[in-house]
């Protein structure tokens, strides 16, 4: 050993090294963690109203009384009801014109008139008669119509003329030309008429109303 001196300074050195590191492992396990800091702090959220029908209760707005609810800010829904549009009226285009039908011409009057009369009376009937005048240039035909409500026709004949076709329905006499009276010509027509008054209920002559 004596003859290798280099060889226990290097077995020392050696130690030498163990020695440290073991004691620098040593203190930095007993080094101390820093204190932990104060915690962030904690953001707080607005309160989320219950929803109407919820199991929640409704929390009230700031500075508002409890149990009322200040206008602004209820929190209830704001959204209102649509309200229904009232249908626009109808409106024609402008300068469109409708047409206004035109009033029905009136009947024609008849060119042969008639004048009622009564020839006779005697017990439980009358003679009854009707004047006929054709106002026309050209000969006309005719029809004599006279209402007696509840009578009863015995007979009835044109006077100095052929004769044409007589009828009593449902009160109403009617007499049918059997010839055309002749342009400015005039001829009576008379009948027999029983179990009523002398005074008809209505005369016509081609539906013109007979002259009294």
């Known amino acids: 050993m004596t003859s290798s001196p280099w060889i226990l300074v290097a077995a020392g050195v050696v130690v030498m090294v163990v020695l440290l590191v073991v004691a620098l492992d ?29 199991t929640g209760t409704a929390g009230h707005a700031p500075g508002s ?14 959204v209102l009801p649509a309200r229904p ?5 109808a409106v024609s285009p402008r300068g469109v014109t409708r ?35 054709n106002t026309a240039r050209t000969p006309q035909g005719w029809t004599v119509r006279v209402a007696y409500p509840g009578g009863r026709l015995v007979t009835a004949w044109v006077v100095g003329m052929e004769q044409g076709v007589f009828s009593f329905a449902d009160g109403v006499f009617t ?38």
């Open 26 to 54: 040593s203190v930095r396990g007993r080094r101390t963690l820093p204190a932990a800091g104060p915690p962030d702090p904690v953001m707080s959220l607005p309160q989320v109203p219950a929803t109407p029908g919820g």
């Open 99 to 133: 047409p206004v039908p035109a009033p029905p011409p009136p009947a024609p009057r008849s060119a042969v008139t008639g004048r009622y009369g009564v020839a006779n009376v005697f017990d439980g009937g009358f003679i009854g008669e009707v004047l006929l005048v």
């Open 175 to 212: 007499y049918r030309s059997g010839v055309d009276l002749a342009a400015g010509a005039s001829v009576p027509v008379r009948f027999h008429v029983e179990r009523v008054g002398t005074r008809p209920l209505g005369c016509a002559v081609d539906g013109t109303a007979c002259v009294a």
């Open 65 to 78: 009384p409890t149990g009322r609810v200040v206008p602004g800010l209820s929190p209830r829904s704001t």
């Open 85 to 89: 549009t009232p249908a626009a009226p």
